[in-house]
């Protein structure tokens, strides 16, 4: 029997594996998906207070398709030989889907640097929450003032006092100036202390070093600066971006008997633009990559990546949210209505479980236009 072997259990993945599963319909073909957890983690939500309620059991959306789920880490791709090798066994694929997501890219040389905390991963947000449990007025210092950098400052300035260190001289910087007006507001209504220009140099036993000398308090020093694509990209493509994605068509395929999605691809959102390593692109291209996988090896039509509108979602804490639209990045919805739309969008992102026919229906939903986006002339 033919078999889809997909290599990740992100938002990807996920999707990669319902994708196939969607495009298999009654036909003869097995399904692998391998990761080794047993959840999916909602990792846009991993800033929250409580990131175990960020996270979905994979038994609950792959067993009702018909998708086998492999609890291993795979350490080796042989394009050669079709062939994955996980926790030391090798396992054959006739198409391979490659959805290891990202990870955050971690200072070398840092002194201190086994002090930093993180909300990239489950564990690392966990590690978090768990060192300022029953701190009133910690102090806390966020390296980074970009997507995850700007979440997690405001969100932990609902109990103590941020500082928020960046390189750059202006804050969200890669985020471009449309919102900048609207993100200062909210950092100064919520007393978040800025240092721009400016990076950390040390982190001690309660304390951080700046590059310009300071020395702050910091009960914790967050690192949010930068992801890169999974290391097993090297082994699919000689040719990576600077992100480490590897490069794929319009089909989402990096090689003949190869597709990619997520983090891991470097797909072209239009003339201009490539995807952003963000789960609203994750979502349909890993939907495209699973299916077109499996279609291809049941002589069926591959499907294009054709996304929706690019739109940015920011959870600003307690001075609400902000959510923009096109690539420029216009101010659609802030303060509380677009921290109201921030809690839709967080809460679409789940994605069904228990039903396969729920299930289904989502995967062939490609095209995600979200319903509940503000109209311009509601905007203004």
């Given at each position: ?8 259990g ?17 036909a003869?073909l ?18 929250e ?15 009702p398709?018909?998708v086998?789920?492999?609890r ?25 889907v ?11 040389g ?7 905390f ?39 300035a ?55 000398g ?7 020093v ?9 290391e ?12 480490g ?25 239009d ?7 963000a ?20 002589g ?27 690539w ?12 109201d739309?921030k ?24 095209y ?13």
């Open positions: 029997m033919a078999h889809v072997v997909i290599i990740g992100g938002f990807a993945g996920v999707w990669s594996a319902a994708g196939a599963a969607l495009a298999r319909a009654d003869d097995r399904i692998t998906l391998i990761a080794p957890n047993g959840h999916l983690v909602l990792r846009p939500r991993l800033y207070p409580e990131p175990d309620l960020a996270k979905v059991e994979l038994s609950r959306i792959l067993g398709i018909g086998e789920h492999l291993a880490t795979v350490s080796t791709i042989d394009t050669g030989r079709r062939v994955v090798v996980a926790d030391g066994v090798e396992i054959g694929y006739d198409r391979l490659l959805a290891a997501g990202s990870k955050l890219v971690r200072p070398r840092l002194p201190g640097a086994e002090r930093l993180d909300i990239d991963t489950l564990d690392g947000a966990r590690r978090l929450t768990g060192h300022l449990r029953g701190i009133e007025g910690y102090s806390a210092v966020v390296a980074g003032a970009g997507f995850v950098g700007l979440e997690a400052a405001t969100a932990l609902a109990r103590g006092r941020v500082l928020l260190v960046d390189r750059s001289e202006v804050v969200g910087h890669r985020l471009g100036s449309g919102p900048r007006a609207h993100i200062e507001a909210a950092l100064d209504e919520l007393g978040v202390e800025r240092r721009l220009a400016t990076t950390v140099t040390e982190v001690g036993d309660g304390y951080a070093v700046l590059s310009d300071t020395k702050v308090a910091a009960d914790a967050v690192w949010s600066v930068g992801l890169r694509a999974s097993l990209t090297r082994q699919v493509s000689g040719e990576l971006d600077h992100l994605r590897v490069p794929v068509d319009r089909h989402l395929r990096a090689s003949p008997e190869v597709f990619a999605a997520g983090d891991t691809a470097a797909a072209p959102f003339a201009g633009h490539t995807v952003m390593q789960c609203q692109h994750a979502v349909p291209l890993g939907k495209v990559a699973g299916y077109n996988a499996a279609a291809d090896l049941l069926r039509p591959p499907r294009d990546f054709t996304p929706a509108p690019y739109v940015t979602c920011l959870d600003l804490g307690g001075a609400g949210g902000l959510f923009t639209r096109g420029d990045r216009k101010v659609m919805a802030s303060g509380a209505a677009g921290a739309v809690r839709q969008i967080n809460a679409y992102i789940h994605p069904p479980v228990d039903d396969a026919g729920r299930i289904l229906a989502a995967a062939d939903q490609v995600e236009a979200l319903p509940f986006f503000p109209r311009e002339e509601e905007a203004a």
